[in-house]
């Protein structure tokens, strides 16, 4: 079992950034690929960023490409999501995720874990 507690939304202007963190429990937590995903009011869950359990490969939406960094420390149970010249179209709650698996991380029917969420809100 794992558990994840995400922190650092809030509200930004375009153009800024913030850091996400992810906190997990569990000792089993390195074992898994981690992951964000966000869902906007109306809109469906949808893919961001994913990490391996080594932290040797990453992931990450075409939207999100050159502006968002995910990273893990694995001696301190966090996954951390860094997110720079925010848009407007950023707005969502951000879900982080451990997979069960290492395949398929943009689908999220693979993810084993959800966290809570933290809202990001990016104002024009």
């Known amino acids: 079992q794992v558990q994840l507690v995400e922190s650092g939304g809030g509200l930004v202007q375009a153009g800024g950034s913030l850091r996400l963190s992810c906190a997990a429990s569990?000792?089993?937590?390195?074992?898994?690929?981690m992951g964000w995903f966000r869902q906007a009011p109306g809109k469906e869950r949808e893919f961001v960023a994913a990490?391996?359990?080594?932290?040797?490969?990453?992931y990450y939406a075409d939207s999100v490409k050159g502006r968002f960094t995910i990273s893990r420390d694995n001696a301190k149970n966090t996954v951390y999501l860094q997110m720079n010249s925010l848009k407007p179209e950023d707005t969502a709650v951000y879900y982080c995720a451990a997979y069960g698996i290492t395949a398929g991380l943009e689908d999220p029917r693979r993810v084993k874990y959800w966290g809570q969420g933290t809202q990001v809100t990016v104002s024009s």
């Open positions: 990490i391996t359990w080594s932290g040797g490969n990453t």
């Open positions: 569990g000792r089993t937590y390195s074992r898994y690929a």
